[in-house]
């Protein structure tokens, strides 16, 4: 009898990025603009989304298309899993990078994930090496930061199929962060990358994935004491008027066909409702997302986080003349950990611990890492990150690669001795340590 698939082959690999780090570009002119890259180029005003139809560029005509991943992150790791998973260099392991619009919403970006999916496992079978993989048909998935939540959105609408092995996700905001709030609300914060900036608040206003990103963990979101306002940011009635304020302008500027004055407070009502209940029907399918469901065992699920860098983890709303009122204050950037070493006030600079924290996985198998996990050869990487952030940069850690690769090939020689640790709280003898990966 053959042995087999899986005994003898790697699955191919699709690395699916973060929020903002995929380039865009303008295909309509003859000479095509390049809209969002790396450095030079960030046009957050061109790439807000119509007012009338969230779909599309507000200026039009306009055809704006992904282009590649950002290199400084990802070109690291794609290259090491390619390297890394491959047994014998006449037998390589296909790894796909997955650019996409990350303006759009993540059910329509997980569709076009179900689509790429069955690409790549056609392109697949084309390879000589890879004879009798028709048999296995499953793919590995790593997502960073909102990479994971687009796996989470596959997983929920597709998982049935049984198109995926393995999955990797790496400081991925599963119950959100408060940076999209803070983004949302004055264009600043650590979410979009690059140098923020206030002008860009209209615009994030339109991009319906950053409302994905709204976060929902206990403590995100504290009222002051005696103040009744409502702290469930899909809820309309918990955004304040200045918010409604400019989507109404918003729609005075670009909305067709315009509309009276008297009708926009109602439109800029509706436009934000419809982003709210789309975010909040993402965040109630992770929660309920059962891996086992689509195949997947929980030993088959690797989640990294990160922790012990300042972190904004929590935001204050008050009443103010009758309306909500956002407090963004410093004192809300901070670590508890590891000065309080079950403390959960922490992060990776942009994504709060405990918004990272899968709710359908068991946090004794969960890996945190910190900044102190970049290597003394990775210095670059550490100078990198003192702009980047290290939420930005996780996938170039050595140390995440690593993992990533003893996770997806658990023969792999590499050594995982050492990296990591659990979670603030879970005794250390508790803990699935990536040591005993591999193991039976």
Do not use: C
């Not at 609408?157 to 990797?168: L, M, S």
């Amino acid at each position: 009898m053959t042995a087999p698939w899986t005994q003898w082959r790697q699955r191919p690999v699709i690395v699916i990025p973060g929020i903002t780090a995929t380039t865009l570009h303008d295909e309509y002119p003859i000479a095509r603009q390049d809209l969002w890259t790396t450095v030079l180029n960030k046009e957050f005003e061109r790439l807000a989304m119509h007012p009338s139809d969230p779909r599309y560029e507000t200026d039009e005509p306009a055809m704006v298309r992904p282009g590649r991943l950002l290199g400084l992150v990802y070109d690291d790791l794609i290259k090491a899993l390619r390297y890394e998973l491959t047994e014998r260099r006449d037998r390589p392991v296909p790894v796909f990078p997955f650019p996409y619009d990350w303006r759009q919403d993540l059910h329509t970006t997980s569709e076009r994930l179900a689509e790429f999916i069955e690409e790549v496992l056609e392109r697949t079978s084309l390879l000589r090496n890879y004879k009798g993989f028709e048999g296995e048909y499953r793919v590995d998935l790593v997502g960073h930061s909102m990479g994971g939540l687009v796996i989470g959105e596959y997983l929920a609408g597709h998982g049935a199929r049984g198109r995926v092995g393995r999955v990797a996700t790496i400081a991925t905001p599963y119950l959100g962060s408060v940076e999209a709030l803070v983004k949302l609300l004055t264009g600043a914060g650590n979410l979009a990358g690059g140098i923020p900036r206030e002008r860009e608040r209209e615009a994030a206003r339109s991009i319906s994935a950053i409302y994905h990103l709204l976060p929902s963990y206990p403590g995100a979101v504290v009222s002051t004491p005696g103040t009744n306002v409502l702290t469930d940011l899909f809820e309309v009635g918990a955004w304040q008027t200045g918010v409604l304020e400019s989507l109404a302008e918003y729609i005075r500027l670009h909305g067709v066909p315009p509309l009276p004055e008297n009708k926009r407070p109602a439109a800029a009502r509706k436009l934000l409702k419809a982003f709210l209940d789309t975010a909040k029907a993402h965040r109630q399918r992770i929660l309920a997302l059962d891996p086992s469901a689509a195949g997947i065992a929980m030993k088959d699920w690797l989640a990294i986080v990160g922790m012990g860098e300042k972190t904004r983890y929590q935001v204050t709303v008050r009443g103010r003349a009758g309306d909500p009122w956002f407090e963004i204050a410093d004192d809300q950037i901070q670590t508890r950990w590891p000065a309080e070493p079950d403390s959960r006030k922490t992060g990776d600079e942009t994504v709060p611990l405990e918004g990272a924290i899968p709710p359908f996985m068991d946090e004794k198998r969960i890996v945190a890492m910190t900044f102190d996990d970049f290597s003394f050869w990775e210095l670059r990487d550490r100078l990198a990150a003192n702009v980047a952030g290290l939420h930005g940069l996780f996938p170039a850690m050595n140390r995440v690669q690593k993992l990533v690769i003893k996770h997806l090939r658990p023969e792999h020689p590499t050594p995982v001795k050492g990296i990591g640790r659990p979670l603030p709280g879970i005794p250390p003898q508790e803990w699935s340590s990536p040591t005993t990966w591999g193991q039976a």
